[in-house]
């Protein structure tokens, strides 16, 4: 069967929403708030025998430098104000008119292993994006992306495209049958474009065929965090925050004692309660993230309708009793916490507005106790939500709901890889093992860009920094055995099972 670029199937990276929608609603709150902060991100490869010919290499540097032909169509914008009304005019017109620059923002480079100069010759990739954050923050995606493509394009050949459709079909089914809420998120570590949309089509196939007669039917699939193939199959976007939100504004304020609690009143600000309303907790450990999740929402931080670019989304509508616009006060960090701000029974806290948690580093088991014990301790009754989105497989998902309910939360799972870079090796019927391959933002307002994490495996960022912050936080280490990141998804002598997949 022919490969993305081979008759007529696309290759490639070539829509800015061909991307994770917690960029689009990042980018928007960047526009707002940080719209002059410079920033540099960094690539990892956590699977460094795995590596790249210099011709895989060649190719993704093409398609990384075709990256600057991409603008916004006039029917994605459209698309854009009617499926994410949460993203304020100002955020679209920039986004109508943006294009990115990546023979100025990308540096990229080969290290050959012994520079024979050969086509064939493996060596390892380095890759850095710098610029402004507004700009340089829609890279991490596609890059990601094109650099698995170039992986399974050039040096793991053997494997096709037979049955991914059926695949992913079963999958679903599997799911839904067992009654699970879940989404697509495997755009980063897909194996391609075009293995990604036939997941699309499988998932979508089995949800409307709806649940086996052994499912009470609460079972959905509740759609991809891709925005381009939520356009494409009708299906909703999903998806809210990720830790580079958290991490840049740590790094702007060297504020890691408040900067939780900074991030979520700058979230609301620009979005407004019960919108995005799923928090991500683990950036610098839960312990941290809850002690400002319980802190009271002061009057100012509210979304206020306006058509100037520092005004948030008209959308967005807020339940407290006064609505001001942050264009008429100082943002938090530059204005303190007023002393009566938190005053009277009216506030609600972080926990009471937001819809739930996102759990995505750490034992998941342990992670719901804690939230069970916080919500308890908070007297927090609401049903709360939580997104299960680190190495998610079928049983595990299984596992992670029976846990979640019988803890009277309402459990939904983001699965990643596991649906998109699922082959097998058809010489040896082995697994045909995905890249673990990252990139985070490694600075911000030129000082070093960090993240914790419930898991020792997943501490991302420069040494020293990282050990500063954790003596500031009180952190105690925690290290998950089942979080290897070198063999997050299982070896080629391996099982070619659901248990070695990870998002």
Same mark, same amino acid.
């Given at each position: 069967?022919?490969?993305?670029?081979?008759?007529?199937?696309?290759?490639?990276?070539?829509?800015?929403?061909?991307?994770?929608?917690?960029?689009?609603?990042?980018?928007?709150?960047?526009?707002?708030?940080?719209?002059?902060?410079?920033?540099?991100?960094?690539?990892?490869?956590?699977?460094?025998?795995?590596?790249?010919?210099?011709?895989?290499?060649?190719?993704?540097?093409?398609?990384?430098?075709?990256?600057?032909?991409?603008?916004?169509?006039?029917?994605?914008?459209?698309?854009?104000?009617?499926?994410?009304?949460?993203?304020?005019?100002?955020?679209?017109?920039?986004?109508?008119?943006?294009?990115?620059?990546?023979?100025?923002?990308?540096?990229?480079?080969?290290?050959?292993?012994?520079d024979s100069g050969q086509s064939e010759e493996l060596g390892d990739v380095h890759m850095e994006v710098a610029g402004l954050w507004v700009e340089?923050?829609?890279?991490?995606?596609?890059?990601?992306?094109?650099?698995?493509?170039?992986?399974?394009?050039?040096?793991?050949?053997?494997?096709?495209?037979?049955?991914?459709?059926?695949?992913?079909?079963?999958?679903?089914?599997?799911?839904?049958?067992?009654?699970?809420?879940?989404?697509?998120?495997?755009?980063?570590?897909?194996?391609?474009?075009?293995?990604?949309?036939?997941?699309?089509?499988?998932?979508?196939?089995?949800?409307?065929?709806?649940?086996?007669?052994?499912?009470?039917?609460?079972g959905a699939l509740s759609g991809t965090s891709n925005v381009h193939f939520a356009m494409k199959y009708n299906i909703p976007p999903v998806g809210?925050?990720?830790?580079?939100?958290?991490?840049?504004?740590?790094?702007?304020?060297?504020?890691?004692?408040?900067?939780?609690?900074?991030?979520?009143?700058?979230?609301?600000?620009?979005?407004?309660? %019960? /919108?995005?309303?799923?928090?991500?907790? #683990?950036?610098?450990? !839960?312990?941290?993230?809850? =002690?400002?999740?319980?802190?009271? $929402?002061?009057?100012?931080?509210?979304?206020?309708?306006?058509?100037?670019?520092?005004?948030?989304?008209?959308?967005?509508?807020?339940?407290?009793?006064?609505?001001?616009?942050?264009?008429?006060?100082?943002?938090?960090?530059?204005?303190?916490?007023?002393?009566?701000?938190?005053?009277?029974?009216?506030?609600?806290?972080y926990a009471q507005v937001f819809s739930g948690v996102r759990q995505d580093s750490g034992d998941p088991t342990a992670f719901i106790r804690v939230?069970?014990?916080?919500?308890?301790?908070?007297?927090?009754?609401?049903?709360?939500?939580?997104?299960?989105?680190?190495?998610?497989?079928?049983?595990?998902?299984?596992?992670?709901?029976?846990?979640?309910?019988?803890?009277?939360?309402?459990?939904?799972? %983001? /699965?990643?890889?596991?649906?998109?870079? #699922?082959?097998?090796? !058809?010489?040896?019927?082995? =697994?045909?093992?995905?890249?673990? $391959?990252?990139?985070?933002?490694?600075?911000?307002?030129?000082?070093?860009?960090?993240?914790?994490?419930?898991?020792?495996?997943?501490?991302?960022?420069?040494?020293?920094?990282?050990?500063?912050?954790?003596?500031?936080?009180?952190?105690?280490?925690?290290?998950?055995?089942?979080?290897?990141?070198?063999?997050?998804?299982?070896?080629?002598?391996?099982?070619?099972?659901?248990?070695?997949?990870?998002?």
């Amino acid at each position: 069967m022919a490969r993305d670029g081979e008759d007529g199937l696309p290759e490639g990276v070539f829509s800015f929403l061909d991307t994770d929608l917690y960029k689009l609603t990042m980018q928007c709150a960047v526009l707002k708030y940080f719209p002059a902060v410079h920033v540099t991100y960094a690539f990892t490869n956590r699977t460094p025998h795995m590596r790249l010919s210099r011709k895989a290499f060649d190719w993704l540097s093409e398609q990384i430098s075709k990256l600057g032909n991409i603008s916004l169509s006039q029917q994605e914008l459209d698309y854009l104000k009617n499926a994410c009304p949460y993203l304020n005019d100002p955020y679209l017109r920039y986004l109508k008119a943006f294009s990115l620059r990546p023979s100025e923002q990308v540096t990229i480079a080969f290290t050959p292993s012994n520079d024979s100069g050969q086509s064939e010759e493996l060596g390892d990739v380095h890759m850095e994006v710098a610029g402004l954050w507004v700009e340089a923050i829609l890279y991490e995606i596609p890059l990601l992306a094109l650099t698995s493509e170039a992986y399974f394009k050039f040096c793991d050949t053997e494997w096709t495209y037979d049955r991914q459709e059926e695949k992913a079909y079963g999958k679903g089914i599997r799911l839904l049958e067992n009654d699970c809420v879940f989404s697509e998120f495997g755009t980063r570590r897909r194996r391609d474009y075009h293995t990604q949309d036939m997941v699309i089509r499988g998932l979508k196939r089995a949800a409307k065929q709806g649940t086996c007669a052994t499912g009470k039917g609460t079972g959905a699939l509740s759609g991809t965090s891709n925005v381009h193939f939520a356009m494409k199959y009708n299906i909703p976007p999903v998806g809210t925050v990720a830790h580079e939100w958290f991490m840049g504004i740590a790094a702007f304020t060297n504020d890691y004692e408040h900067v939780s609690e900074i991030a979520l009143r700058y979230w609301i600000g620009c979005f407004g309660e %019960g /919108v995005l309303g799923i928090a991500l907790t #683990d950036t610098f450990g !839960t312990p941290v993230f809850l =002690k400002a999740f319980k802190q009271p $929402i002061p009057h100012y931080t509210n979304a206020a309708a306006g058509a100037a670019s520092t005004l948030a989304s008209a959308a967005a509508v807020s339940t407290l009793p006064s609505i001001d616009s942050l264009a008429e006060t100082k943002p938090p960090i530059h204005a303190p916490l007023p002393r009566n701000a938190t005053d009277g029974a009216n506030l609600r806290s972080y926990a009471q507005v937001f819809s739930g948690v996102r759990q995505d580093s750490g034992d998941p088991t342990a992670f719901i106790r804690v939230m069970r014990d916080f919500y308890d301790r908070e007297s927090i009754t609401d049903k709360k939500t939580i997104v299960f989105s680190d190495s998610l497989n079928i049983e595990l998902c299984l596992e992670y709901k029976q846990a979640a309910e019988e803890a009277g939360f309402q459990p939904t799972f %983001g /699965v990643g890889t596991f649906l998109t870079n #699922d082959f097998l090796n !058809t010489s040896s019927g082995k =697994k045909s093992v995905p890249l673990n $391959i990252v990139i985070k933002l490694s600075s911000a307002a030129g000082k070093p860009a960090i993240k914790i994490s419930d898991n020792i495996g997943k501490n991302t960022g420069d040494f020293q920094t990282v050990h500063d912050a954790k003596q500031r936080l009180g952190y105690m280490e925690h290290e998950w055995t089942a979080g290897d990141e070198k063999t997050r998804w299982g070896t080629a002598e391996g099982r070619a099972t659901t248990q070695q997949v990870s998002t």
